[in-house]
C-alpha cells in the first residue's frame, strides 16, 4: 500500500534559520508528491507540489525535490520567518489509487523572533 | 471565490449522542471528501463522492457513521452513536476534475470532542 513517513516534530528554529523536514514515500507506480502547510485554526493549504521524478516543486521560498532514487521529498526553506510557524504535512497521491491523498503524520514548525 | 466551508466548527457532545457535520464545497467542484485528522496525525480519508455518488467509503465505519450528499453539492456526515474515540477534526475536501491530479481544497474542519 501507500505511505508516507515524516519527521517528527515539533521543529524549534531561530528566525532566518535554515529549515528542512525529512519525507520519505511508499507507493507503487508513479506517485505525486505534495507538501501541505496547517496554520493554526485554519484548513489544509497546498504549499508545493511535484508529479514526477526530478522536478522541483517550490512556493513562497519553500522547495522541495521528487528524488525516486532515495523515495523521498524533503521539505527546505533557507531562511525561516514567524509567520512560517505552521504544521507541515507531507503527502502523495497514487494515480493507480484514484485521487485518494495519503498523509504523513505532520510536523511542527515553531519559529521563534 | 469562497472556500470550502464547513460548520459548526467545534462540538462537544457526550458518548452516545448523536451529532452531524455539515459541508459546502466550492462552487463546481463535483468531488468531495471526508477526512478524519486525530490529534497530532495527518487525515485520513473517510468517504470520496462523485457528484452524489460515494464511490469510496471503504475507511467509513458503517456502523455508526453515515453519510450523504444528496443533490450533488453539500454534505452532511453524522455519528450515531458517538464513542470517545471518536473525537478528531473532520475536515472536508472538494477538487474539480481537470488536470493530471485535482488538487484538494481543504475547509477548515470540526473538531468533535466526545465526552
Known amino acids: 500500500g501507500n505511505s508516507v513517513t515524516q519527521m517528527e516534530g515539533p521543529v524549534t528554529l531561530s528566525e532566518e534559520a535554515f529549515l528542512t523536514i525529512n519525507c520519505t514515500y511508499t507507493?507503487?507506480?508513479?506517485?505525486?508528491l505534495f507538501w501541505y502547510v496547517q496554520y493554526p485554526g485554519e484548513g489544509l493549504q497546498l504549499l508545493l507540489k511535484?508529479?514526477?521524478?526530478?522536478d522541483k516543486g517550490s512556493n513562497k521560498g519553500f522547495e522541495a525535490t521528487y528524488r525516486k532514487e532515495t523515495t523521498s521529498f524533503h521539505l527546505e526553506k533557507g531562511s525561516v520567518q514567524v509567520s512560517d510557524s505552521a504544521v507541515y504535512f507531507c503527502?502523495?497521491?497514487?494515480?493507480?489509487?484514484?485521487?485518494?491523498?495519503?498523509f504523513g503524520g505532520g510536523t511542527r514548525l515553531m519559529v521563534k523572533p | 471565490e469562497a472556500g470550502v466551508v464547513q460548520s459548526p466548527r467545534y462540538k462537544i457532545i457526550e458518548k452516545k449522542q448523536p451529532v452531524a457535520f455539515w459541508c459546502n464545497p466550492i462552487?463546481?467542484?463535483?468531488?468531495l471528501y471526508w477526512y478524519r485528522q486525530n490529534l497530532g496525525q495527518g487525515p485520513e480519508l473517510l468517504i470520496r463522492?462523485?457528484?452524489?455518488?460515494?464511490?469510496?467509503d471503504s475507511q467509513l465505519p458503517k456502523d455508526r457513521f453515515s453519510a450523504e450528499r444528496l443533490k450533488g453539492v453539500d454534505s452532511t456526515l453524522k455519528i450515531q452513536p458517538a464513542e470517545l474515540g471518536d473525537s478528531a477534526v473532520y475536515l472536508c475536501?472538494?477538487?474539480?476534475?481537470?488536470?493530471?491530479?485535482?488538487?484538494?481544497?481543504f475547509g477548515p474542519g470540526t473538531r468533535l470532542t466526545v465526552l
Open positions: 475536501a472538494s477538487s474539480s476534475p481537470s488536470g493530471l491530479y485535482n488538487e484538494q481544497f
Open positions: 507507493a507503487t507506480g508513479y506517485p505525486s
Open positions: 511535484a508529479t514526477k521524478a526530478d
Open positions: 503527502a502523495l497521491i497514487n494515480n493507480n489509487a484514484g485521487n485518494m491523498l495519503t
Open positions: 462552487s463546481g467542484h463535483n468531488t
Open positions: 463522492y462523485e457528484n452524489e455518488e460515494a464511490v469510496d
